[in-house]
């Protein structure tokens, strides 16, 4: 049976691993490649590295460090954080990220997901969703959830799929760095609306968070960074506790 | 030992490098004929899409020297779903190693199919110690159903293939470089064929 997927996320900024609440407060919390090796042994299912660097310093980071944890880990990785070209999906990929994450070029430039799809294959075209509800409506946020776009949630993500999209990574806003549990009624509708993989994100804080996100919708996989970056939930106890709740946990 | 990873623009050959080197071997990426000819074992990757990948291998005309290889070969993925006949994904004639196509999975499930899953009946010395339903890391939309040739079934949708074996030619659905301990030890078991 396919099992749930836990999966840490480390943001990458400066290439170093850093954490923030609501996207705001930044603080540094470890070096990635080796917070990679202890995630990966731990039994992560899959992990996620966004670069959040705001400079164009970022790419001279990224690929080396991409490259590092490739020969470092050996279960799938994501990367996401500044891509808008094919050219720098094919550059990634040729440095060892497994699938590769949009967001804001997705809004963009909606056609990317496409070319992505149709270049490398659906499956390794995730695209990020940052959503909060904001005057009665679930609104898509770009730019690390800095602008506020005109698309609904819902329909963007429909879009998104038809477009050729492998999997979706919902962020709620709402929830992110607050660890009161992830945003179920969002998750739950959209992942019973496409027929992709939904990974649900923002809000984990404790073993029964994941649990409800894994009874009460569709998600398959579930990130959460603070939680396991300073350390208050550990991925084997994690794993333990879903497998007693007979969750298929690998 | 001298192994190639076949290299024809479609796929992650960087990640499956390491992982060989990980486990202490070492292997050339390449698209050179002679190389390929020449080696012990070949292993042809693949991330990406089928009617691309048919294309590339064609511009190089690796489509004629992979089916007369008499080498162990390995394909990873796409590469396993390219020896097949054909393939639905861009209506792509393949290799025809295996006589059998690739056909989409149905909307029943979620498509493309990405995590985890169990491989179990392992039927190859390619999973020698390796325990009935391991996990192993799977991404794909497209799926092979079960046949003569199959030497290991998962559950989704149907029990399909997610192993493959004639003569010197085998084929996994996942991901070996990506499936933890127990994928390193089936990409091992292929190095010492």
Known sequence: MLAKRIIPCLDIKNGQTVKGVNFLDLKEVGNPVEMAIKYSQQGADELVFLDISATDERRKTLIPLVKEIAKNINIPFTVGGGINALENVEELLKNGADKITINSAALSNPKL?????????????????DTKF?????????????IETENELFSWAKEVENLGAGEILLTSMNTDGTKTGFAIDITKTLSELINIPVIASGGAGTMQHFEDVFTETKATGALAASIFHFNEIGIPELKNYLKSKNLPIR | ?????????????????????????????????DEISNADKVIFP????????????????????????????LGICL?????????????????????????????SVLVPQIGWNQIYDLKSDLFKNIPEQTYTYLVHSYYVAKNESTIATTDYSEAYSTALQKENFFGVQFHPEKSGILGSKILENFLKL
């Open chain 1, 113 to 129: 997901i496409t070319e992505v799809a149709k270049r490398f294959g659906s499956q390794c075209m995730v695209v990020a969703i």
């Open chain 1, 134 to 146: 904001v005057r009665n409506q679930h609104k898509v946020f770009s730019n690390g959830g800095k």
């Open chain 2, 1 to 33: 030992m001298n192994t190639v990873i076949i290299d024809y623009k479609a796929g992650n050959v960087q990640s499956l490098l390491f992982a060989i080197e990980r486990l202490g071997f070492s292997a050339k990426i390449t698209s050179n004929p």
């Open chain 2, 46 to 73: 693949g991330v990406g899409e089928a009617s691309f990948a048919m294309n590339s291998l064609r511009e190089t005309q690796l489509d004629l020297l992979i089916p007369v290889l008499k080498q162990p070969l």
């Open chain 2, 79 to 107: 590469g396993m779903q390219l020896l097949c006949k054909d393939s639905e994904e861009g209506d792509t004639k393949a290799l025809g190693i295996f006589d059998v196509s690739v056909r989409k999975f149905p909307d």
